[in-house]
């Protein structure tokens, strides 16, 4: 008695062993793969095509990530407030924005 723990695979399917071995067929025989109509390097087997929003969407995220972290005209503003005395904190707004990000 003999116990395996694959699935059969049907007569004619792809398998795994079945990829691999038409793969090193391939590999050793280029120009008979070739003939046979096995795909190869040289002929891409999937077309892929983006979406106007998609290109969209990865045109924002290129400008958000070349966006300075630091914004030097805030930074160099509030270090002369400070220095010159007139910076000043609202409490409610600093409140506001908390509860706004704990809910």
Do not use: C, F, W
């Not at 059969?8 to 691999?20: E, N, R, S, V």
């Not at 990530?65 to 503003?77: H, N």
């Not at 270090?79 to 509860?99: C, E, H, M, S």
Request: no cysteine; aromatic share 0%.
């Amino acid at each position: 008695m003999r116990i395996n723990d694959k699935p059969p695979t049907p007569a004619g399917a792809a398998g795994p062993t079945h990829i691999a071995n038409r793969r090193a067929e391939a590999a050793a025989n280029p120009r008979a793969a070739q003939a046979a109509g096995a795909n190869t390097a040289s002929t891409p087997a999937v077309k892929v095509e983006l979406s106007s929003r998609s290109r969209e969407l990865l045109a924002a995220l290129h400008a958000a990530q070349s966006a300075p972290d630091i914004r030097g005209d805030l930074v160099a503003k509030a270090k002369d407030a400070i220095a010159n005395g007139t910076y000043t904190v609202d409490p409610q707004r600093i409140a506001r924005g908390v509860l706004d990000i704990e809910a």
